[in-house]
Every structure is written in C-alpha cells, then in structure tokens.
C-alpha cells in the first residue's frame, strides 16, 4: 500500500506540471454568445508561447498571450515587416474569461478598414485545444500554427458558418473559402462583379525558419 501511494503522488504531480492552458475564443454574431457559432474562431496556447500567425499574412502579423490569468488574459497583435519578427505590439485587448465580449483587437480579428472577422467571442481556458469538426466530411477550413521551428503547434484557427473574408487592404476585394472533396481553396472575388471562378488550393505544410505565417498547416477537418 505504501508503494503504491507512492507511485500515484508522484504521477498526479508529473500530470500536474505537464498541463497545458488553451485559451478559445469562440465567434458569435449574438452579443450574449447564444446559437451557432458564426465568423473565425481561436484557440491558442497559453505557456509563454510568444507569437502565432494570424490567418491572413498582412505585414507577417501575429498575436500572442501575456499575463493570463483565472479571470482575464491579454492578447497582443503584432504587424512588422521581417517575417520572423515579433516585438513591438501595435495593439492589445483583454478579455474575460467566461463571458462573451466584443471581439476586440482590430488586426486580430478585422482587417484596416473595420471589416469585421466575427463579431464578438465566447472567451474560455481548457486543458485542451477547442476547435470545430464536420463529423469526417471534411468541410471545415483548419488552420494549425506552429513555432518557427515547426516542432510545436502554438495555436488554431477555422471558420465557423462564414465563407468570405474581406481584403484588409480593399474594401471592394474578398475571399470566398471553402472545402471540396477534403481540399481547402480561397477564391478571389469582387464587389461589383463577384467571384472569378479560379478557385486556389490553400492546403499548406509547415514551412520551418522562414516566417509565421508559413510555419502552419491549412487542412480541412
């Protein structure tokens, strides 16, 4: 009995220092966080991870966690011109946890001219990465960030019931993603005329020492 106690506090307290916090931010068009989830959601490592890329590649812009909490935590967005470069924050939000809020910072989730990615967020901690799945059809766009080495995964992001992003650059441009037969694509549209009909294949390998944006994965799930 002794030994045996033994064995089980020395396993609790290896579980207990190899638990990880994933902080998610769950999209909503619902300013109280109800009904399905609509926009681009994240769910983002919490152990001092100090950049992951954003999903589009404007700037080489990235985000990062600082000073979580049980009640808050900080999010920090980055935009700088060298692709493996991540200081000097541009912008930050903090957010609750347990509570649905705007979703905050402009760069991280909108482009330059206010075109919103979701609304507002459902803010949460679990000891898992939270994202969507379609049930093996494959029709849900995953994004998953690694570190620049490409050796640990910092983070996700999908799209949840939305299918277009806006050009943060151009107010008349937007994409229209999607999965077909297990293939991510991005199609180029525009305001006035609509979608060009030349879909691209966006699925993506983590590309290491090169940049943030490239050290990810684009599948469908």
């Not at 769950?26 to 954003?54: A, E, F, L, Q, W």
């Amino acid at each position: 009995m002794y030994k045996t106690s033994i064995i089980l506090v020395i396993f609790c307290y290896i579980s207990l220092c190899s638990a990880v916090d994933w902080y998610n931010f769950r999209p909503y068009n619902s300013t109280t966080c109800t009904g399905t989830m609509y926009g681009v959601g994240y769910s983002i490592k919490g152990d001092n991870i100090p950049c992951t890329s954003n999903i589009e590649g404007t700037f080489h812009s990235t985000t990062s966690i600082i000073t979580p909490s049980n009640t808050t935590i900080k999010l920090q967005y980055y935009s700088n011109s060298q692709p493996k470069l991540c200081s000097s924050p541009s912008l930050n939000t903090v957010y609750n946890l347990n509570q649905c809020q705007d979703a905050g910072i402009q760069g991280f989730n909108a482009g330059i001219n206010s075109l919103w990615y979701s609304k507002n967020f459902y803010v949460n901690k679990t000891s898992t990465p939270y994202y969507p799945t379609s049930g093996g059809a494959e029709t849900n766009i995953l994004y998953t960030m690694y570190n620049l080495a490409c050796t640990t995964i910092t983070g996700y992001a999908y799209h949840v019931g939305y299918t277009t992003l806006n050009d943060p650059n151009d107010p008349n441009i937007y994409y229209r993603y999607y999965c077909e037969g297990g293939v991510p694509y991005r199609e180029y549209c525009e305001q006035a005329w609509g979608c060009d009909g030349y879909p691209q294949d966006i699925s993506q390998s983590c590309y290491p020492n090169y940049s943030f944006f490239l050290a990810r994965t684009v599948t469908c799930v």
